[in-house]
């Protein structure tokens, strides 16, 4: 802001206080001019001459203490905005003007003032501001108010005005003339020579520092908006043109760029202002203090950058980038000229256009500019061209144009770029098979950026380039290229091989999309080649089939453009693919004219050549009678090449067409065993009186010797077999079931075809159609439905995991299955006279492995069906039976019979050998207790040397359990059955194998302890190892198991002189069965130990040991009377001796078979106890005549009925009338009078107490006393109780007898 103040001038010393101005003084400034003015006191005096009222710089101000100024006269000076509303403009808080000094600073406004004390000597005051205000609003009025230092208030004193333009903004546009326009104080006539100046800055103060930056030899920047130097026109500077009294117009010229050709420093240039125009003359020497620049505003020059060298390209959107200043939504217009005269009103258009659409292409373009930072820089499109010229081209512009002389602006060059035409003089003719290089000249894509992605296509003829095209067709190139990199002018198609020669085609160009991405995603025709370039000629060979029969001679021609006598082909035999020649392996015919080959197809071949005659197209190739040995079907692919060496095969790319071969195509055939077998051949022009014929593989087809044709015989197929159904394209052969492959499975056939052959002449079957595979079981021997065949044929052991095929598993022969299925099969029969026959009758057997009934047929498992699990086969009881359907099987031989499918018994034809089962027959075995345990188990134990190893059955045990659990299971015991019995079996010995290994003899050795059953098995077990708890192993029940032998725990009891007959329970009692009783006190039954040998019963009439009574049952034994019971004295003792009644007796038992090495039957089995009651023996009983006889005898078991009677003493104990002895007084016979225990008696000891009476008279002497349990009769008193003897009384004094 600008700050004014006013000085007055003292003359003399200094006052405190200066005299108040006059009032409505009016004070007046010129704008960049110094100013001076005078203010008038208000009133006179000769201390206060008038005063020089000036504006002092801050500069000086700001100095003034340094002159050391004392004593001056102080006050205030304020210039204001006159108030509006009546009020007091210069109160307290009144706004002040704004105005611009140099340098940016503000010079002071109502601030302290103090005398210049240097003087001027001018006596009117001194001068204080020399260049005055450079800038502000010169329309108001301001008022000008004063006011004393001391006081400070402000009083209205007049009023303050400044001269000159307001600040503004000035615009021009380029190609227009360019006015500039300022209001402002600008009236009067010493304001016809001001001038404007437009200069480089971004403020004001560059007007401001504009004089003295020129005369310090400071480089100015002056806006120069022609481009060619100072123009003379514009910008020199300009003087004013007119003035309307508020408005003066400056004419600056017509601007053609901006400033150094960058629009993009809009409002970066001022207009600077002068009241002269000797103020922007540069060199002025003087310092002139009444002129400096005034600056008026900002300067904009609305316009493009110049300049440019643009670049399109054809068929492609040609944008332009637009870069200048530009105001808001202004108008503007651009045109592609030919010729380079913008401004001209004669321009000539482009001449380009699109052929697609009209509206694809403008030129001219208008259109309005957008807003901010848009304004400035945009694209504008012409659109696409894809007629005209490629070549050079000017852009012209101008804003809001309507004729040609308004485009003055030349904004530069536009290059559009294309090709021209095709490269002479084979830039657009290839040749089929050759390399093909399109050659086009072009301009304007030198840059790689503009070229790397143009592209040709080629049309069909009479095409139009652009959107949808018609492709001609290059297969296996395309039909579209992108150019080659680094080059603008070639585009490789590569070698056409299948596609069609045509001389027409029509060639288009297009540029390509985004030449600016780098990595751009090529894809076939994503854009539209839109440019005509001419014409483009592909020559050579057509395709089309041609056809030759076996036996007549094959000519054929071809079709084409451009075919000459250099063309040649060859045939190729293509296996897979008839449509490409890559493979180039030569077809090899048999017996051609032109072609010579040996048994082996190994052909000396020489490509066809072209007629020589026009049009060149007929090639001869012979006559064949027989298709190629090699040959997977009848159609062979003909390569062509434009002129290529004999046998460089490679150059014979193109194919043109499929030679057929009438006849068979070659095709490996199969059949699978127990299926019906059809052989169905593909090919072409089949008759009802084709044949096939199938030999083995290492025969040749039509060949009788060197080797010989073998024809083999399959079961249930026909060999030759004539075709069942026929058409022109495939025929079959219903050749029947085959139940035999004779060369075992596999690719070991062939087949041979015949067109019309005699069936008996094998050698009218030479053509070969390929191998024949018989797929399914291989077998085991051969013949497969012979006998066993040792280290060929599989076999089973009961008990054991068995799987057909596998080894090591059982040792089996492996099995071989071609190409098995899930759905294969085998059964296993009972062998008959033609094996696998319709009536076979499967086999039966249980499966030991797990819950599931033996598989019979069984599936192969996977994965490749070559196995077949049948699990662990085991006899079913009763084996050997046949039921309707099955048979329940036995160890032998049996037929293996396999079906690839089998959905009934008959398909199951194909017969692979003899399956063995191996171990023993079912069979019930016994033993005897007492006797060694030798158990000869009948079964097939065979095993062969020519088995790879040979397993035989050393290893096996047996193993007896109860018959209620399962062979294999855990048992609740069979350690201890019987005592002395070894369970499981011992491996037999060598000799325990009968020669024939029909049995084998396994020894338990012999039990003698434990019940006799009839409930018991024999498990067997193949090699379950010498663990005796190895039950597992033990899978396969031979039978059923007897213990023979009386039952434990019998008790016997007989009495002294009673008969003794026992009865025993056992089984399997027999007639040669023996009992003995033995006493408890010696060894175990049987002993022979000397130390504790068994000890016999030895008591009187017992008959032991006793032989069973043979009767039906053979349980009775006669044991005879004992009449003697033992003598008292040795009976009733710990240990009674074995002539004492007791119950110290054992039951010894012998079957009566073996005989001990005492030469004796081994009585070992104890069965029991023996008793015998009754009265000891050997007791002595006395009696006195003419007293009471009462005695006691002691026995074991004694009752009241018990009776004794005397006899005489020869008389014997038992007799049927025994001499009774007569005593007089006595009871002879008599009864007991008591029985009861022994008092004191710690065992089973009685006491029968007796009383005969009072002998009267009788002989004295010894008699004998025999005893009676309960007898009926005389002859029942059987026990010999001893002496009984009748004596005197002894003689005593004083007594006598009476």
């Not at 256009?353 to 012409?382: K, M, R």
């Not at 060369?743 to 069936?759: E, I, R, S």
């Not at 018994?905 to 005897?928: E, H, K």
Request: proline share 6%.
């Amino acid at each position: 802001a600008i700050e004014f103040a006013v000085l007055l001038s003292l003359q003399g010393g200094a006052l405190s206080a200066p005299p108040p101005p006059e009032l409505n003084q009016a004070v007046e400034c010129t704008l960049g001019v110094s100013c001076q003015v005078f203010l008038t006191p208000a009133y006179d005096s000769g201390d206060y001459p008038a005063g020089q009222l000036d504006w002092l710089p801050t500069a000086r101000i700001q100095s003034q203490p340094n002159y050391g100024m004392n004593d001056i006269a102080e006050y205030w000076l304020l210039v204001t905005e006159e108030a509006t509303d009546g009020g007091d403009s210069c109160a307290a808080g009144a706004p002040v003007p704004v105005f611009t000094c140099k340098g940016g600073r503000n010079l002071y406004n109502g601030v302290q003032m103090w005398e210049n004390p240097r003087g001027q000597n001018d006596a009117l005051g001194h001068e204080l501001c020399i260049n005055g205000a450079s800038s502000g609003d010169t329309a108001p009025t301001y008022a000008l108010c004063w006011a004393d230092y001391s006081s400070q208030v402000f009083t209205r004193i007049g009023t303050f005005t400044m001269r000159g333009p307001k600040v503004t903004t000035s615009t021009c546009t380029m190609g227009k003339q360019c006015l500039v326009t300022l209001e402002g104080r600008l009236d009067g006539s010493d304001f016809d020579n001001s001038a404007v100046l437009v200069v480089k800055g971004e403020d004001d103060q560059v007007c401001i520092n504009l004089r003295q930056d020129w005369q310090n030899g400071y480089t100015i920047e002056q806006a120069n908006f022609n481009g060619v130097g100072v123009y003379a026109r514009f910008n020199a500077p300009a003087t004013s043109v007119s003035f309307d009294g508020t408005y003066r117009t400056y004419d600056l010229g017509l601007p053609m760029r901006t400033h150094d050709n960058q629009p993009g420093d809009a409002n970066k240039h001022r207009v600077c202002w002068a009241t002269s125009v000797d103020a922007f003359t540069v060199g002025t020497a003087a310092w002139d203090y009444n002129m400096r620049g005034v600056g008026v505003g900002a300067f904009s020059l609305y316009g493009p950058r110049v300049d440019e060298e643009m670049v399109c390209v054809l068929t492609l959107d040609c944008n332009i980038n637009i870069i200048g200043n530009f105001r808001d939504s202004m108008p503007w217009n651009i045109l592609l000229a030919a010729e380079d005269n913008c401004g001209s009103a004669t321009i000539q258009l482009s001449g380009l256009t699109s052929a697609i659409s009209a509206g694809l292409w403008q030129n001219p373009i208008a259109g309005i500019g957008g807003v901010g930072d848009a304004a400035n820089d945009f694209s504008v499109s012409f659109g696409n061209p894809s007629l005209g010229e490629a070549r050079e081209y000017y852009t012209c512009w101008g804003s809001d144009v309507t004729t040609f002389d308004g485009y003055a602006v030349r904004i530069g060059s536009l290059t559009m770029g294309g090709p021209t035409g095709c490269a002479a003089p084979s830039g657009c003719i290839c040749y089929k098979g050759d390399d093909c290089v399109i050659d086009l000249k072009t301009v304007g894509l030198e840059n790689e950026d503009l070229s790397r992605r143009n592209r040709v296509q080629v049309l069909e003829e009479g095409a139009v380039c652009g959107p949808e095209p018609t492709f001609a067709d290059l297969s296996p190139e395309l039909s579209e290229r992108r150019v080659n990199g680094g080059s603008s002018t070639k585009f490789t198609i590569g070698k056409v091989k299948d596609g069609i020669a045509n001389a027409n085609y029509v060639l288009c160009w297009g540029a390509g999309l985004d030449s600016s991405i780098d990595n751009y995603p090529y894809q076939f025709n994503d854009f539209d080649c839109n440019y005509h370039v001419g014409q483009f000629q592909m020559l050579g060979a057509n395709y089309r089939d041609m056809e030759c029969i076996l036996g007549l001679p094959c000519q054929f021609q071809l079709t084409g453009v451009g075919l000459t006598s250099a063309n040649r082909v060859v045939i190729l035999d293509e296996s897979q693919d008839l449509t490409s020649c890559a493979a180039l392996d030569l077809a090899r015919f048999q017996h051609l004219e032109t072609v010579q080959v040996d048994y082996n197809g190994i052909p000396t071949y020489s490509a066809l050549q072209a007629s020589g005659q026009s049009p060149h197209d007929t090639y001869t190739m012979g006559t064949p009678d027989g298709v190629p040995v090699n040959k997977d079907q009848p159609r062979y692919l003909v390569c062509w090449a434009n002129a290529a060496p004999d046998f460089v095969t490679s150059k014979y790319t193109v194919p043109v067409g499929q030679l057929t071969i009438v006849g068979p195509v070659k095709k490996d055939v199969e059949c699978t065993l127990s299926m019906p077998c059809v052989i169905t051949l593909e090919g072409v022009r089949f008759a009802s009186t084709n044949q096939l014929m199938v030999i083995s593989s290492d025969s040749q087809c039509g060949k009788l010797n060197n080797p010989t044709m073998v024809k083999p015989t399959f079961k249930g197929m026909d060999n030759p077999r004539i075709v069942e159904t026929t058409s022109a394209t495939d025929e079959a052969f219903h050749m029947g079931t085959p139940g035999s492959a004779p060369l075992q499975p596999g690719q070991n056939y062939k087949v041979c075809w015949a067109h019309d052959p005699d069936p008996t002449q094998e050698a009218d079957f030479r053509v070969y159609v390929g191998f024949f595979t018989m797929r399914g079981a291989f077998k085991f021997s051969d013949p497969a439905c012979a006998g066993f065949e040792p280290g060929m044929d599989p076999y089973c052991i009961f008990g054991e995991l068995c799987v057909i095929g596998s080894e090591p598993q059982q040792l089996n022969k492996r099995m071989q299955t071609l190409t098995g299925a899930v759905t294969n099969q085998i059964v296993i029969g009972v062998k008959q006279d033609e094996c696998c026959r319709n009536a076979l009758v499967p086999v039966r057997f249980i499966n030991m492995q797990d819950a599931l009934p033996w598989p019979n047929p069984v599936s192969g498992t996977a994965p490749n069906f070559e196995t077949y699990d049948i699990k662990r086969p085991s006899l079913e009881r009763p084996a050997g039976v046949e039921m309707p359907g099955s048979f329940a099987g036995t160890p032998g031989d049996y037929q293996m019979c396999w079906a690839h499918d089998p959905q009934a018994p008959a398909d199951f034809n194909t017969a692979l050998g003899t399956l063995q089962f191996r171990g023993p027959f079912a069979q019930t075995t016994a033993c005897v207790l007492g006797e060694k345990c030798r158990i000869n188990v009948r079964g097939f134990f065979n095993y062969y040397a020519a088995e790879d190893p040979p397993q035989p059955f050393e290893a096996s045990r047996a193993l007896v359990r109860h018959g209620s659990e399962d062979c294999g299971t855990r048992p609740n015991s069979v350690a201890d059955l019987w005592q002395g019995f070894v369970n499981p079996s011992p491996n037999p010995n060598v000799q325990d194998i009968s020669s024939d290994m029909a049995s084998i003899a396994y020894e338990f050795a012999t039990g003698f302890g434990g019940e006799p059953t009839t409930t018991y098995q024999l498990c067997w077990g193949f090699n379950p190892g010498n663990v005796d708890d190895n039950w597992h192993f033990y899978r396969v029940s031979v039978g059923s198991f007897t213990m023979n032998g009386p039952y434990e725990g019998q008790q016997v009891a007989c009495s002294l002189g009673v008969p003794c007959t026992i009865e025993i329970t056992g089984v399997g009692l027999r007639d040669t069965n023996r009992v003995l009783v033995a006493s408890k006190v010696g060894g175990v039954c049987g002993s022979v130990d000397p130390l504790r040998p068994m000890l016999r019963a030895a008591m009187p009439g017992l008959k032991s040991p006793s032989r069973v009574i043979n009767d039906e049952f053979d349980n009775k034994y006669d044991l005879g009377l004992v009449t003697g019971g033992g003598s008292y004295a040795l009976c009733r003792v710990g240990q009674p001796r074995e002539t004492c009644v007791g119950y110290h007796y054992k039951l010894c038992w012998s079957h009566g078979v073996d005989i001990a090495a005492d030469g004796d039957f081994p009585y070992l089995v104890n069965f029991g106890t023996f008793s015998l009651t009754g009265v000891y023996g050997t007791y002595s009983v006395e009696c006195f005549m003419g007293q009471v006889c009462s005695f006691n005898l002691y026995g074991l078991e004694l009752n009241a009925s018990n009776k004794v009677v005397v006899l005489e003493p020869h008389g014997v104990c038992g007799e049927d009338d025994p001499p009774v002895a007569e005593f007089d007084g006595l009871n002879n016979p008599s009864t007991a009078l008591s029985a009861g225990a022994v008092h004191g008696a710690s065992d089973a000891s009685m006491q029968v107490t007796f009383r005969l009476g009072r002998v009267v008279g009788g002989r004295i002497g010894t008699y004998k006393m025999c005893w009676g349990y309960d007898p009926m009769s005389l002859a029942q008193y059987k026990g010999d109780v001893g002496p009984f003897k009748l004596l005197d009384l002894p003689i005593q004094e004083g007594c006598s007898v009476w």
